[in-house]
């Protein structure tokens, strides 16, 4: 909190001083257009008068030490904002740029914006070869680290690198390389600082890497006084900063390890492959004698404590590096695995699949980062001194900390890195309340990747990554459901569910890839190895001038590009003249540059050169030359050409990965079909490649595998269809037959000039789009002008080409044209007589390729017979083969967003056609039907029976018609037949018609379960769950086409419903109608095992069916158990392992990536379609449920189904008790215990409450039953058992008490409410169930399972106390209390979710347990997650009785108050909160807060709510502020307030109480609060009833009331017990036989016997809570001597 609001005070100073943002544009980090922001947007500054005093300020004030260059005349581009300020005049010592003089007006123009180089040498510094703050001293120098010599180090020159890295001072400076000797260049020498400086490069030197050393004279330093107590000392070596041990760097690949350089691969965060980094690759370690201790070693370095195990045989999968290490023989006692003894680095006589594994046990959780990370305690010191702003320069995360500070007030994430990854790609990180957190991947898109990459300084985004691509972080996740719209300046500007607010784990971590300046590099003009050089910037091509350039230049280059080195650097335009800008000029590289941006040069667009001077390359690789032979331009024989001729390839092996490679090889996009048996002809040269095969992923055919002999003949020559680079050609600003031709090039559509154009192009075209010939060429424009590039030129057809590129041209983009050229045509003999007339233009045709052309034949607008349009008629699709993939393709392709099914056996009626394609295999990835794999066309051994169809899901939103493209291709049966809906999901969202050329809402007068039911049937969905109003799922924008909707149910459309007439309505948008409609297969359940394992069973056409084990996997069943509510999965069973199953085999071949949301989304044969029997019935084992609170009910198990249906249950009643169908069948309560709690239901992914309402024992019943309890006793109001966090879900409930769930009783509607979460509703239930939970016969499926003994609870107390029990083998039973202690205790209190353990109980304080006795001998460590992680003594292995069972007292959070620097009943409120004392802000403080305080305390209520420190300031933190108490709340806590230490107040504002009838009105003083100091136990509350303020009936308070003790034994040794509990010295008498009259509650104590050491009442021994034989009349009492 102190962090907060010390950068909110820097912020409020910078922000009152009119300091205008400013930021570095078109350059690097350092350098570029200096930009202000102002009003909202960001402009430039002019150039007039700027000079290096100018460039200075803008560099401090970005946090760079000084400028070393001032630029002007737009040196870094020109601006395109205002510009912002002129005449700028600094002396230098400004902290702001506006701060100089300067005029807010100007008389400039953008060729003026200034710009600066900002000066940032060895601002990196770390120290190798030691710990956290002692080693060798290395400087980052030119893109690597160096020593520094130690010629003249001492001890000033240590304290400034100690000071640097954030250190106090250095206590040594070491030399003659102390920390071993460092491998990279000698950066410094005669180092001489005068100590003031703020880094090394400051102090005096005999320059960069100038120096008479070696490395022997490293020198080094110790460092004192880490800023940071988490930190390394020296008595704990730093192993997160870099060594230099061989296996210096230790990280964790897809996990959450901590170090980085030998990593777990092929697994998650703890677990995996063991690799190791060594020269320059990563490879693996063979398992010959790999064991625990090796492992050990492994997990150590990776920062885990220990291995749980050494795995071999390639666990996780094989590696594909080399083998590294073999024979590992490890003590167990080193510190890397190359300090174990082993043959010698890749010495082994291994393969991968030996390749050692380890899973890592207990995550580390205190390596909190190193200097670069900012913690409180670390601001507090910096703070603390004269660093500040300084010193957060160089700790913070960026560079431009100073200004990051500034915007952190304005802009709470505008601190942004990648993790994980490299420069320009990685998981995306924000900074937030001190720490760095990530961003969750649901929704990610390139949108959102795109504002995450400018905000860093990229121009764009290449990707938008998902499911912890770069590695799993370890912080909060930050953000979820980003939707950015891709003009945001930072992405918390977007769009987002709330900070912090989330639904997902770290597997869903979203990362980026980023565009770098330059690093994008191509040859133009020549051929694939040689060429031009051009690079990409500002969004366009430009080309190298080549003075100076050389063979080192051109390796750079040449390897950028992948090949290994340059055969020659060309010059003088060898390859033709670029046109675009000249981007580099005087390069000169070493040659060893990854990119040839990273080579010195005159600076970007800074140049002497004309396009006469470009710069060229021929690169050299091991890959053989390639061509296509026998075919077309992009068809072909494969030939490779080898010592000195051409060749061919085998077709062994040879499929769509193979020949994919040869096109992207060749330049084009990728294959469309891989070709065998010499499809374009027999070779004549030799065989020269066999059995090849490619992963996809490589660059030339030589780098798949494959032999070079071969088995061979030319009859089996292999083949190649490219897929062309302009196969995508319309017709636009015309009809379905005739307008403007365009192509689709880079990315957007684009013209093609009239030059040379006529019948013969014109003709090329229409047979490209599937029409017989051209009747015209049109030219000048005449179907109006394009807007896009100008991609061909003086095109020059002979007439028999396929397609346009085909034909001659002047080169892509090539052109000396204007868009008054345009080139169009005139098609002949249109294909379809229903398609587009010239009333009626055809911009919905598909028009990528031969069979471009797809509709739906026999059915309705989302479903029917696949048709595609091929010579002049419309043919079918056999259904061999067809599955969901090609289904997905279909629907795809028609604008739809994904498949609901694929159909076979003509489902939709006979074709009449040819059949045109069979055996069609897609992957799901492809843009239309015929870039899948098939058997050619019209070759098939189908008849019509056999015709494939489709369903689609979801109605397309921006590939549908607007106003200007009339739907002439979507079904035409009714007006109103095109619906879908709007935002929402898949299956719910507004409901919106087409009509009229766009889509429009329905108003909901009128609307219900009825209505929704037509418009879901009409989507293909089967009913409707819900009918949704009030713009539920947000506002519509276009007309309101319907209103007053009334169904019968029976319509096939909502247009056939009666309604007021098309447009006919008196609403607003606010009115809008939404559904929510129940999807095919979105219910599954898990049988004949347990809660998180069994066998796999869907619910399809009214009845559990199951699916079936072929090609079941790993991803396929992390689909199933994420469905669940699962993490992830365990394993994939097969074989029935859970029994098989009865009913039908719903799925079989399913084919999951493993991001699927539910099962039926996966890639399957299509419903019903398999060829198994139930011995193949496929299981899953689920791990890890998110939380042990997570939905019970709503899991559906086998037992549960079958008490179901055993009872008077319908199919329909069952259908409202299935997860689809009952949106709010997920119940649970929270934040008290087993029977009672806050009510909370399951809905849209995340638990939300219910408002109290109308909340009563109605109600309350219902949650109880649907629990599984017998009734409720109490329904709870006012939040009594907390406040919850999620959305309130349900308000004004009213139930009968006959329901069967809660969202079947009347309510406001899902989350209409008028509430707040001091209202939330809770229940009491009575009689713990027994027939719906786990018996010895019953596996408990509906109990937490992520261990053996998970589950916990504590009996016979209250909320946070008890005995402890613990669920084993179908039963509770309990623990024994031999050597039960409180680090015990602590386990058990945080597995229940509290903080800690106050006590630790023995001798069955909370009455004996009857059932078995689980445990004994526990031995906790106290870092263990359940107690059985602690050491025992086996499970039902004893030597005891249950008069020995234990129990704890946990920790609440605010259970404790106290009144201080007052008197007894008077004071300022004090609460207990992490260990400490702290006080409560006066803000909206009044009697109702003070009354709860007061009958907290055991007073009746409260005299006075005091304010501004009536009793004196406090000096603990401020716990609690806007207190909103109503009064009926039991303790402090429950009331509404800001959040635990979320406040803005100071120590003036502390709140008081003044309480009545206090029960000693001599109670202690300021000196003497005994009673109101924490308390540890039970009955930490005893009053003093019946008499006067020092005597009476003592009263202790229990399970909500107060009652009596007995007086049995009573005697002053325990009335000095009560006495002194009440802040009095001793007691003067213990009385008996009622003596201050009998009280009327219960008797809670009786025999007691204290030895009067005790602290509190229920320390003493007694009979146990409320055993006694007593009555009123021998109520005990008291007599306090008075101070």
């Not at 039991?1530 to 509404?1536: A, F, G, K, P």
Request: glycine letters at 14%; a negative charge.
């Amino acid at each position: 909190m102190q962090l907060w609001w010390l950068l909110v005070v820097a912020c409020s100073v910078l922000i009152s001083g009119n300091a205008k943002l400013i930021r570095l544009a078109g350059g690097a980090g350092n350098t570029g257009r200096v930009e202000v922001y102002h009003n909202g947007q960001w402009g430039t500054v002019c150039d007039d008068g700027w000079g290096l005093e100018e460039a200075n300020v803008v560099c401090r004030q970005l946090g760079f030490e000084s400028a070393s260059w001032s630029r002007t005349m737009a040196h870094y581009g020109q601006g395109t904002g205002p510009i912002l300020l002129d005449d700028v005049v600094c002396d230098g010592s400004e902290t702001f740029l506006t701060q100089c003089s300067h005029s807010d007006t100007h008389d400039c123009q953008h060729t003026e914006d200034a710009g600066v180089d900002c000066y940032s040498v060895l601002n990196n510094v770390r120290l190798a070869g030691g710990g956290g703050n002692y080693g060798r001293v290395e400087v980052y120098y030119n893109g690597q680290w160096g020593t520094v010599c130690d010629d003249g180090w001492d001890l000033i020159d240590a304290n400034v690198v100690c000071r640097q890295l954030g250190f106090e001072s250095a206590l040594e400076s070491k030399s003659s390389a102390f920390y071993g000797q460092g491998s990279g260049t000698i950066v410094l020498d005669d180092v001489d600082c005068t100590g003031d400086e703020d880094s090394l490069d400051q102090c005096r030197h005999n320059g960069l890497e100038e120096h008479n050393c070696v490395h022997y004279e490293d020198a080094g330093v110790v460092c004192s006084n880490t800023p940071n107590t988490l930190l390394p000392t020296t008595d704990t070596p730093s192993s997160l900063l870099p060594t230099t041990g061989v296996w210096n760097n230790v990280r964790l690949a897809g996990g959450g390890g901590v170090l980085n350089n030998v990593r777990l691969a092929g697994g998650g965060g703890n677990y995996g492959r063991v690799e190791v980094y060594y020269n320059e690759q990563w490879g693996t370690v063979c398992d010959d004698g790999w064991d625990l201790n090796d492992a050990h070693v492994v997990c150590r370095q990776l920062g885990f404590e220990s291995a749980l195990e050494g795995n071999s045989n390639a666990m996780y999968g094989l590696g594909s590096g080399p083998i590294v290490l073999d024979d590992v023989d490890c003590t167990g006692d080193e510190h890397s695995l190359d300090q174990c003894r082993h043959n010698g680095l890749e010495e082994h006589n291994c393969v991968h699949y030996e390749d050692a594994g380890v899973v890592c046990s207990n995550t580390p959780s205190t390596l909190l980062p190193t200097t670069g990370y900012i913690t409180e305690e670390l601001t507090t010191l910096l703070l603390s001194t004269s660093y500040f702003t300084e010193a957060l320069t160089t700790l913070l995360p960026s560079t431009k900390v100073p200004i990051r500070l500034w915007r952190w007030r304005v802009d709470i994430l505008n601190t942004v890195r990648l993790a994980g990854g490299g420069g320009n790609y990685g998981r995306v990180e924000v900074y937030y309340k001190g720490q760095w957190g990530t961003v969750c991947d649901d929704l990610w898109d390139s949108d959102d990747a795109n504002v995450v990459c400018r905000q860093l300084g990229f121009e764009f985004a290449l990707e938008g990554n998902r499911n912890a691509l770069y590695g799993q972080g370890s912080g909060p996740i930050v953000l979820d459901d980003v939707e950015c719209t891709g003009d945001e300046d930072s992405l918390d500007q977007c769009r987002h569910n709330g900070l912090e607010e989330h639904n997902c784990g770290h597997h869903e971590d979203a990362g980026v890839v980023c565009q770098n300046i330059l690093n994008t590099v191509r040859l133009a003009g020549g051929g694939g190895n040689y060429g031009r050089v051009e690079v990409y910037y500002k969004g366009q091509w430009g080309t190298v001038c080549d003075d100076w350039w050389d063979s080192d230049d051109a390796n750079v280059v040449c390897r950028q590009l992948g090949f290994e080195f340059a055969l020659e650097g060309n010059r003088y335009a060898l390859y033709g003249q670029g046109s675009g800008p000249i981007v580099l000029d005087d390069v000169e590289c070493t040659g060893d540059e990854d990119s040839l941006d990273q080579c010195r040069h005159n600076g970007l667009e800074e140049h002497n050169c004309g396009h006469h001077e470009d710069a060229g390359v021929v690169c050299q690789s091991n890959a053989k030359e390639i061509r296509l032979a026998g075919g077309a331009g992009n068809t072909g024989r494969v030939e490779v050409y080898h010592n000195g001729q051409w060749g061919t390839v085998c077709d062994d092996g040879w499929g769509i990965e193979e020949a994919d490679v040869v096109c992207r090889q060749l330049g084009f996009e990728s294959a469309s079909w891989s070709r065998t048996k010499a499809h374009y002809g027999q070779g004549t040269g030799p065989i020269l490649l066999d059995d090849v095969v490619c992963d996809g992923s490589e660059t030339s055919l030589t780098q798949c595998s494959h032999s070079d002999t071969d088995n061979c003949q030319h009859t089996e020559d292999a083949g190649v269809d490219c897929y062309s680079v302009l196969n995508n050609v319309r017709l636009a600003g015309g009809g379905g037959n005739y307008g403007r031709v365009e192509v689709y090039y880079n990315g957007q559509w684009g013209t093609v000039c009239d030059d040379g154009w006529d019948l013969i192009d014109a003709n090329v075209v229409c047979r490209q789009l599937g029409f017989d010939s051209a009747l015209e060429s049109k030219s000048s424009a005449f179907y109006g002008q394009g807007s896009g590039t100008i991609v061909l030129d003086d095109v020059d057809c002979t007439g028999d080409e396929d397609s346009l590129d085909q034909c001659g041209h002047a080169g892509l983009e090539e052109h000396n044209c204007g868009h008054h050229e345009d080139a169009g045509v005139v098609c002949q003999n249109t294909p379809n007589t229903l398609l587009p007339t010239t009333d009626t233009p055809s911009s919905l045709l598909p028009t990528t390729g031969v069979l471009n052309n797809v509709r739906l034949a026999g059915g309705g607008g989302n479903f029917g017979r696949v048709e595609v349009y091929y010579k002049g008629q419309w043919g079918t699709v056999c259904d061999d083969l067809w599955d969901s993939d090609d289904a997905n393709v279909v629907c795809r392709q028609l604008g739809f967003e994904f498949a609901l099914e694929g159909n076979r056996n003509a489902l939709y009626g006979q074709g009449s056609g040819p059949i045109v394609l069979d055996d069609v295999e897609c992957t799901g990835d492809e843009d239309s039907l015929d870039q899948c794999r098939h058997n050619g066309l019209e070759e098939h051994n189908c008849g019509h029976y056999e015709d494939a169809g489709v369903v689609c899901s979801n109605t397309p939103n921006t590939l549908l018609p607007t106003t200007d493209t009339p739907n002439t291709l979507l079904p035409t049966t009714g007006v109103l037949n095109n619906v879908r809906l709007a935002g929402g999901g898949g299956n719910y969202g507004r409901v919106e018609v087409y009509y009229n050329g766009q889509w429009g809402t329905v108003c909901d007068d009128g609307w219900d379960l009825i209505d929704a039911n037509v418009v879901c049937r009409q989507l293909g969905f089967d009913s409707a769950l819900e009918y949704n109003s009030n713009a539920l799922y947000d506002q519509g924008s276009g007309p309101i086409v319907l209103d007053d909707v009334d169904c019968t149910g029976d319509e096939d459309s909502l247009d056939q419903c009666g309604h007021a007439g098309l447009e006919k309505h008196n609403c607003g948008h606010h009115e809008d109608a939404g559904v929510v409609c129940n999807s095919v297969l979105n219910n599954v359940r898990l049988a004949g095992g347990g809660g998180h394992y069994g066998r796999v069973e869907v619910y399809y056409k009214g009845q559990w069916g199951t699916v079936c084990d072929d090609l079941w996997d790993s991803d396929d069943a992390n689909v199933v158990c994420r469905q669940l509510g699962f993490e992830f999965a365990l394993e994939g069973n097969r074989d029935a392992l859970y029994g098989q199953g009865s009913g039908p085999i719903v799925l079989d071949d399913v084919e999951c990536t493993g991001d699927e949301d539910s099962l039926d989304q996966c890639r399957h044969n299509g419903l019903e379609e398999h060829n198994c029997g139930h011995y193949e019935d496929a299981g899953v084992v689920c791990s890890n449920t998110p939380s042990t609170l997570l939905p019970t009910t709503g899991y559906i198990t086998e037992e549960l189904t079958t008490l179901l249906l055993s009872t008077s249950y319908s199919t329909e009643a069952l259908t409202t008790l299935l997860p689809s169908t009952n949106i709010l069948n997920t119940v649970r309560l929270a934040g008290g215990g087993g029977n009672y709690g806050r009510v909370e239901v399951y809905y849209k992914g995340q638990w939300g409450t219910v408002c109290d309402d109308l909340w009563d024992s109605d109600d309350a019943n219902v949650v109880c039953r649907q629990l599984g309890f017998e009734f409720a006793l109490e329904g709870n109001r006012n939040a009594l058992y907390g406040q919850g966090s999620g959305p309130i879900v349900l308000d004004d409930v009213e139930c009968t008490g006959d329901e069967d769930s809660l969202d079947q009783c009347r309510h406001n509607g899902l989350e209409e409410h008028n509430c707040r979460h001091h209202e939330d509703a809770g229940v009491v239930c009575q009689n713990t169930p027994n027939t719906l939970l786990p018996t010895t016969d019953t596996p408990s499926s509906l109990l937490p399972t992520t261990g053996v003994l998970n589950n916990v609870r504590l009996a016979g107390g209250g909320g946070n106390y008890g005995r402890v029990e613990v669920y084993y083998n179908g039963q509770w039973g309990t623990v024994c209390d031999d050597g039960w202690d409180l680090i015990d205790a602590n386990v058990v209190c945080r597995q229940l979710g509290f903080d800690s353990a106050l006590e630790y109980n023995s001798n069955a304080l909370y009455g004996q347990g009857s059932g078995p006795i689980m445990l004994d001998d526990v031995d906790c460590t106290g870092d263990e997650d359940s107690l059985d992680q602690c050491g025992h003594a086996g499970l039902e292995e004893h030597n005891c009785g249950h008069h020995e069972d234990a129990g704890v007292v946990c920790n609440n959070i605010l259970n404790t108050v106290r009144l201080a620097g007052g008197g007894g009943n008077y004071g300022r409120v004090e609460v207990y909160y992490k260990g400490q004392w702290g006080t409560v802000c006066d803000d909206l403080w009044d009697s109702d807060d003070a009354n709860v305080v007061c009958r907290q305390l055991g007073f009746e209520f409260a005299l006075e709510g005091n304010r501004n420190a009536l009793y004196g300031q406090g000096s603990g933190p401020i716990v609690l502020d806007d207190v909103e108490c109503t009064g009926g709340e039991d303790s402090l806590d429950q009331c509404r307030h800001n959040g635990l230490e979320e406040h803005n107040c100071r120590h003036h504002e502390d709140a008081g109480v003044v309480c009545q009838n206090t029960p000693n009105t001599l109670l202690p003083t300021t000196d003497t609060p005994s009673s109101l100091l924490p308390t540890t136990g039970v009955l930490n509350n005893v009053r003093l009833a019946g008499g006067g303020a020092n005597y009476g009936r003592v009263e202790v308070y229990y399970n909500g009331q107060w009652g009596t003790v007995c007086d049995d034994g009573w005697d002053v040794t325990d009335a000095n017990v009560v006495c002194r509990q009440l802040g009095f010295d001793s007691a003067k008498e213990g009385n008996s036989y009622a003596l201050y009259g009998q009280g009327s509650g219960p008797i809670v104590l009786d025999d007691v016997d204290c030895t009067g050491d005790e602290d509190f009442l229920d320390q003493c021994g007694h009979a146990g809570l409320e055993n006694h034989d007593c009555g009123h009349h021998e109520d005990a009492g008291v007599v306090c001597t008075v101070l």
